[in-house]
């Protein structure tokens, strides 16, 4: 089982970076699927999920109308489009699989300065 998040770098207040997150190892389409942070010094926080179909969506209030997290189940990724980025949206951010079982990536960085 692999999950490897990409995508994340670093960007000017109000830029915008889409992650990815690709599995391998499990049947992707049964998971429903999650993006969550870690900022320095902060517990790590859910920032979206995904249906395993991909119908329903949630979002922590904090990133609503900025982010969208969607997923290809053709190609076993995910994703999280980010836009209008904040400083305050530094952070390492990981994905989970889950389904009963949880698996996580080891994540990657996105750094929101000027």
């Known amino acids: 089982v692999q999950l490897v998040e990409s995508g994340g770098g670093l960007v000017q207040p109000g830029g915008s970076l889409r992650l990815s997150c690709a599995a391998s190892g499990f049947t992707f389409r049964l998971y429903d699927m999650s993006w969550y942070r870690q900022a320095p010094g902060k517990e790590r926080e859910l920032v979206a999920r995904i249906s395993s179909a991909g119908g329903g969506t949630d979002y922590a209030d904090s990133v609503k109308g900025r982010f969208t997290i969607s997923r290809d189940n053709a190609k076993n990724t995910a994703y999280l489009q980010m836009n209008s980025l904040k400083p305050e949206d530094t952070a390492v951010y990981f994905c989970?699989?889950?389904?009963?079982?949880?698996?996580w990536g080891k994540g990657t960085l996105v750094t929101v300065s000027s």
């Open positions: 989970k699989a889950y389904r009963g079982t949880d698996y």
